[in-house]
């Protein structure tokens, strides 16, 4: 009983060492340790990363339904922005680790910095067509002409303001590298808890603030995000993170920069390549009607929230993988990925069993509607059944990642999710009796077979020699 307690206080111990950023070494001492450093703080970045559109979302609804679906269009062609935004960030995580782990502050800092060059190009340009092009985009997408005329300017203003989105990704990355974890837990909670206040006051036009409707919801997310950007700014000028910008490293590198874009080619396309098999998958099931439809989307923002920490700790991993090659530690990084993968796959193996056993009280939350609720059930029951071989898929693939090795996932994408799951999907729903069944079930066969793939490529070690 004395050991439990003393294990339950080290943990407690440990949880707020991670939480405020104690420890920054992770090229040394126990590996046990330095996963949890790191996966806690980016554990709790993820869940608030997810918090905008959900706010968004509950504030709007009491505005709309042409609000709710300006919000979803716009987010929909901004797919494009986050797939730059999460491909960046794998480049510059990789790079910015592995300076890190050889003890190369100076080139760290210079990587940081053409990371942050490049996001506010790409930001821009897509800034600019976004603006002038809002009304184009919406009609484009299926908007009616009376959504376009009132919630136009929520997708001109998301546009205009999508450098902050491109920033708070990219130097959240560049803290991620470094071993700063609690620094991006930090901008994204400033970030959230900005926009939880402003968008009733902008939205509903409370107190002195002027109704602005759906377009309050987009000042209110850019301000949030923009503030959140200025506090990682400041911690870069000023201190408090490994990473330090200064006058010397406002220099373009073109090398770096090259380096940069080649990463991220694999790292964009890697996101769009999933998130485009989503949709397709999306599209089988709606040919069942929309309870099949309804209870898909059910499950789906269930398994979304066992997710996030599940993301975290594939972060972790990446950083670590980094580190370590930097240090000339390839066999640490190894250790640490199996590790990581190992403490995923109880975690969503647990989610797993409690998922099955108790789907509809999960379910319940949402909706009450029976059909809606039989599927949402079966969708739950059936995708957790791959729970335990996703886990290690999703920590090895982010290890490739963070090795700077991003073609290798995204090829095992294309295969897994465009040449094996859509047809396999299509086949199995409309060909066989098993209808909204053979797509579920192709879900979990599919990250399974993924999962299987990327372990036995993982095993050969290739990508301890990839040159970053």
């Known amino acids: 009983m004395i050991h439990i307690i003393s294990y339950i206080k080290k943990l ?40 905008f559109a959900v706010i968004d979302i509950f504030f709007v609804s009491q505005v709309s339904v042409n609000a709710v679906a300006t919000v979803g269009l716009t987010e929909s062609v901004m797919m494009i922005i986050y797939s730059i935004a999460i491909g960046l960030s794998m480049a510059t995580t990789a790079i910015v680790a592995r300076r890190v782990g050889e003890k190369n502050i100076q080139r760290a ?86 926009n939880i206040i402003l968008d009733p006051l902008l939205i509903f036009g409370i107190g002195p603030f002027p109704e602005m409707g759906v377009a309050g919801a987009a000042i209110a997310t850019t301000i949030g995000r923009s503030v959140g950007v200025l506090f990682q700014f400041f911690i870069l000028f000023f201190g408090g993170s490994i990473i330090r910008l200064t006058i010397k490293n406002v220099v373009i590198r073109v090398k770096t920069v090259v380096e940069i874009l080649r990463i991220a080619f694999g790292g964009v396309f890697q996101f769009l390549v999933e998130s485009l098999s989503w949709m397709f998958l999306i599209r089988i099931i709606s040919i069942f009607g929309a309870s099949a439809l309804a209870g898909y989307t059910v499950a789906f923002r269930i398994i979304v929230f066992t997710i996030l920490p599940s993301w975290g700790m594939s972060n972790a991993a990446a950083t670590l993988v980094g580190q370590n090659l930097g240090a000339g530690k390839p066999e640490r990084a190894e250790a640490s990925v199996w590790k990581t993968a190992l403490y ?35 969708g ?45 999907a299509y086949f199995l729903s409309v060909y066989t009796n098993l209808e909204v069944l053979g797509t579920l079930a192709t879900i979990a066969i599919c990250h399974s077979i993924h999962a299987i793939i990327s372990v036995v490529i993982f095993r050969r070690g290739k990508w301890k020699s990839t040159a970053v």
């Open 380 to 424: 739950l029951k059936v995708i957790c059944l791959g729970y335990i071989f996703f886990a290690y898929g999703m920590v090895i693939s982010q290890s490739f990642n963070g090795a700077g090795d991003t073609m290798t996932p995204l090829i095992i994408n294309i295969v897994c999710f465009w040449v094996i799951q859509i047809p396999m």
């Open 109 to 194: 800092s210079d990587a940081a910095f053409q990371s942050i060059l490049i996001g506010v190009s790409f930001a821009a340009v897509l800034g600019t067509i976004g603006f002038f092009f809002a009304e184009d985009i919406l009609r484009l997408m299926g908007g009616e002409e009376d959504l376009i005329a009132e919630g136009s300017w929520y997708t001109k203003i998301m546009f205009a303001g999508n450098v902050s989105i491109l920033l708070l990704f990219l130097i959240n990355a560049i803290f991620r590298g470094a071993g700063d974890a609690n620094m991006a837990m930090a901008a994204l909670i400033i970030s959230n808890v900005l």
């Open 344 to 378: 995923n796959m109880v975690f969503l193996g647990l989610v797993s069993i409690v998922f099955y056993l108790y789907a509809d009280f999960f379910v319940g939350i949402f909706t009450e509607d029976p059909e809606v609720v039989r599927y949402a059930v079966l």
């Open 12 to 51: 407690f111990i440990y949880f707020f060492q991670a939480i405020f950023g104690v420890e920054k070494e992770y090229t040394t001492g126990s590996i046990n340790k330095a996963i949890f450093m790191l996966s806690i703080p980016m554990i709790v970045e993820m869940s608030f990363e997810s918090l």
